[in-house]
């Protein structure tokens, strides 16, 4: 994107309105790009750690994952991974480039402002959704039939109900 010119006198009050009705204009898109970034972000962690919530609780009881259940859920985690990845980094560089806008027309009336983007806080985003998505496929490997039953216990009764449970308690070993 190349910057545009402005043409302001810094001496006409008229040009100055412009310019502050421009600077405002310029910030409001850029915190709705970074609320967004924000928006993005925990919508796809909530996503990721009901997924992750759903693979261990499929761990812990006697039903877990084919195969070929996990090889697509694990595929779409990186999908969405990916998807939300690249939303993010779009809306981050939208809003530094109208971050950097503002800056221009701050120079030009001898301005500063404590309110410029940052060009890399949404790798952090970024980075949190793949160590999250990582942890989630291990989940969800870990949730599979093959290494569920080599890891049960072989020796335990099966405690189908409520009654079978209090038997199991009340007889001594």
Known sequence: MTSPSFNFDVTNQDD???????????????NYRRNRQWAVFSWATALMLAVLGGAVTLYSTSHPLSTGHAIALVILVWVFVIA?????????????????????????????????????????????????ATTTSVAIYLATQKFAKQVAPVDQPQVNSYKDRAE???TPE
């Open 84 to 132: 939300s990845a690249t939303w993010i980094n779009h809306d981050a560089a939208v809003a530094f480039y109208h971050s950097e806008r503002c800056w221009d027309l701050d120079q030009l009336f001898g301005l500063k402002f404590d309110d410029r983007a940052h060009k890399k806080r949404h790798l952090a985003h970024i980075g949190l959704l793949v160590l999250l």
């Open 168 to 170: 199991a308690i009340a």
């Open 16 to 30: 100055f309105e412009r310019y502050s009705y421009t600077r405002t204009r310029l910030m409001e898109e850029c």
